[in-house]
Nanobody
Framework: QVQLVESGGGLVQAGGSLRLSCAAS????????MAWWRQAPGKQRELVAT???????TYADSVKGRFTISRDNAKNTVYLQMSSLKPEDTAVYYC????????WGQGTQVTVSS
């Protein structure tokens, strides 16, 4: 049984930084893509960033140059370093892992004040 445990959410001022972590445990297939999604109130969930086992990444245009996704395969952990945060980044951020199945974290709130 796969579990994703998120941490690092919180309240920051615009222009600040925050680092999210997500540790995966359980029987995970060797090839897996990890990602971060986010959902703001009243809006659809959107894909923020992805990272493949070898380190290839993708980003939403809205976060390019500000966010960095990374992973530590030894720890089976994915990170999202968020810098130059804007109020528009306020959302619940969800950790995601896809191997032969799809798994979601419970979500962590990120609030950016003006």
């Amino acid at each position: 049984q796969v579990q994703l445990v998120e941490s690092g959410g919180g309240l920051v001022q615009a222009g600040g930084s925050l680092r999210l972590s997500c540790a995966a445990s359980g029987k995970i297939f060797s090839f897996n893509v990890m990602a971060w999604w986010r959902q703001a109130p009243g809006k659809q969930r959107e894909l923020v960033a992805t990272i493949a086992p070898g380190g290839s990444t993708t980003y939403a245009d809205s976060v390019k140059g500000r966010f960095t996704i990374s992973r530590d395969n030894a720890k089976n952990t994915v990170y999202l370093q968020m810098s130059s945060l804007k109020p528009e980044d306020t959302a619940v951020y969800y950790c995601y892992l896809r191997d032969l199945n799809t798994y979601w974290g419970q979500g962590t709130q990120v609030t950016v004040s003006s």
